[in-house]
C-alpha cells in the first residue's frame, strides 16, 4: 500500500515538472501576449454564460488525477438550450422553460460531479425542493379517506371508546404510507426518463460501462427536487407547490 502512494506521489511530481518546464521561458524571450493580464481577455470570453464554461482562475495547469484509462473520462452531456426548454416543458407544463432564468434552468441540472462543480450545483435547490414535496405529500396522505383499521378481536372493545376527532382522524394514515412511498428514487429516475429531463441533466458517472451502479437514481431524484426549488426560488412557494402536486406527484401516484 505505502509503496503505491510513493508511486503515485512520483508521478505527480513529475507530470508537475513536466507542466512547469513546458510553461518556463526566460524573460527575454517571452512576447508580449504573454504578459497580458485577465482585463486584456476577448470579449467573447467575457460574453458567454457563466453555465457554458470553466472560470478561467479554477482551472489548473495540470490534472493531478491520474486516469488508468482515460476512455472512461470521456462522457457527453446536454449543451442545446432548447432541447433543456424542451424538458422543463415537459416536467412544468406548458410554458415551463419561461418560468426560470437560463442560469437557474442550468444549475437545476448540474449535478456536482459535471466538471468537479466547478459550475455550479444543484444540491440546495434539491434540498429545498424535496421539503416542498415531502409537504404537500404528506398533506395528501393526511386528507385521504381513512385507511387504517383498529385492532381485530380486541378484548376490551365493549369497556372503552377511544378518543376520534374528524380533524385527526386521517393522520392515522401516515401510519400506513408515508412519503418516502411515493417520492421514491426508482419513480422519480423514471418520471426523469419519461420526460426527458435525464437526457439534459449534466453529470458525469463514476463508471460509465454501469450507469445504474453509478448514482443514476439519485441523480435524476435530485434533478426533480431541484426544479421544483429552483420553482420555489424564483416564483414562491405557491407555484412550486402547485407543481409538485399536479406535475410531479400526481404521475407518481398513477
Known sequence: MASTTSRSAARLVRQAIRSCRTQSVAPSYRSASSFSTSTTRPEQLE????????PERMKAPFSPHITKDPSRSVW?????????????????????????????????VTHKSFDQGRRGFNDRL????????????????????PTYKGPENDPFADRRQPFEDPDLRGVNNLSEKQPNDIFNLEKLAQFALDTGL????????????????????????????????????????????RIARERVMRRLRS
Request: aromatic letters at 8%; proline letters at 7%.
Open 126 to 145: 434539491a434540498f429545498l425542493g424535496r421539503q416542498i414535496c415531502v409537504l404537500e405529500c404528506t398533506q395528501f396522505i393526511i386528507t385521504s379517506p
Open 198 to 241: 435525464a437526457e439534459v441533466v449534466r453529470w458525469k458517472p463514476r463508471m460509465p460501462e454501469n450507469i445504474k451502479g453509478s448514482g443514476f437514481d439519485p441523480i435524476m431524484s435530485g434533478a426533480v427536487y431541484a426544479l421544483i426549488g429552483a420553482v420555489a426560488l424564483q416564483q414562491g412557494g405557491k407555484m412550486a407547490s
Open 47 to 54: 460574453d458567454r454564460p457563466r453555465w457554458a464554461y470553466t
Open 76 to 108: 457527453h452531456v446536454n449543451e442545446d438550450p432548447e432541447k433543456l426548454d424542451q424538458a422543463l416543458n415537459n416536467v412544468l407544463g406548458r410554458d415551463g422553460k419561461r418560468i426560470l432564468p437560463d442560469e437557474l434552468k442550468w444549475l437545476a
